[in-house]
């Protein structure tokens, strides 16, 4: 028979796992990604979430490159180092842990706990790593990317305003061939309220020279742009 501690234990996790929608069908799993090494050491409690933190860290780190690599087709190989390096730092972890509400569900032990564990992001950003390595386990890597692939969107203004600036980029090259400032009109838009797609092309001296499509008007704009830059280096400019 579990103890009031451990079944109170369980139903955190259990009601994370209903609020999130993550479905897990090894429920211990879950409770393991959200259990600190401190609360282990005070409960004797079975397996703290280090395991999962390091297999959690190498998924993120494949499903960021993945992402990146299909999401970004025409950005070169340094830029997309710098995405992945935004998505994976501690920062951006504790951000998305936050954005979860993981830290009201992590069992620390009283020291932790009354000095802000919950809050702390060095452990917000380990626990939202072993909650990917048992998603991992529990589910496929599919599930990760449904679970990860949101919070990357959700950053993906910020980060592109950190990693590159195509439309600054654009606007010099066209400057300088004397050809004038680019303009930018939106084309279509597809898709409901929640889910909209934009297209628009940007042109140069009224000629389209790049289209391209984002989830925002400004991260369309963002792709046409590098897709005109494609453009006048294809030229040898």
């Known amino acids: 028979m579990q103890s009031q501690s451990q079944k109170r234990d ?17 429920l211990s799993l879950l409770t393991r990604a959200l259990t600190h090494r401190s609360y282990t050491n005070e409960n004797s409690a079975g397996e703290d979430n280090e395991r999962l ?36 730092r501690n920062e951006r972890l504790a951000e998305f842990a936050r954005k979860l509400d993981l830290g009201s569900a992590l069992r620390l032990g009283r020291g932790e706990t009354s000095s802000g564990g919950h809050a702390r992001e060095s452990l917000l950003g ?4 072993a909650v990917i390595g048992a998603i991992y386990l529990d ?15 959700s950053v993906e ?9 195509p439309k600054s ?20 838009k597809d898709g409901p309220d929640h889910a909209r797609i934009y297209e628009v092309e940007v042109l140069i001296a009224g000629e389209v020279k790049g289209r391209g499509t984002g989830t925002s008007i400004s991260l369309a704009e963002r792709s046409a742009a590098r897709s005109a830059l494609v453009h006048f280096k294809n030229l040898k400019i």
């Open 10 to 26: 369980v139903e955190t996790a259990s009601d994370l796992n209903g609020r999130l929608g993550l479905s897990f069908s090894n």
């Open 126 to 129: 380990s626990a939202f790593e």
């Open 53 to 88: 933190e390091f297999l959690g860290d190498a998924v993120l780190d494949f499903v960021v490159g993945e992402w990146a690599y299909h999401h970004y087709p025409e950005m070169p190989e340094g830029h997309l180092t710098k995405i992945r390096s935004y998505l994976v």
């Open 139 to 153: 589910s496929d890597l599919d599930k990760v990317k449904k679970f990860l692939i949101p919070l990357f969107e």
């Open 169 to 188: 980029e654009l606007q010099e090259t066209s400057q300088a061939l004397k050809l004038g400032t680019p303009s930018y009109r939106v084309v279509s």
């Open 157 to 165: 203004d910020r980060m592109l305003d950190e990693v590159e600036d």
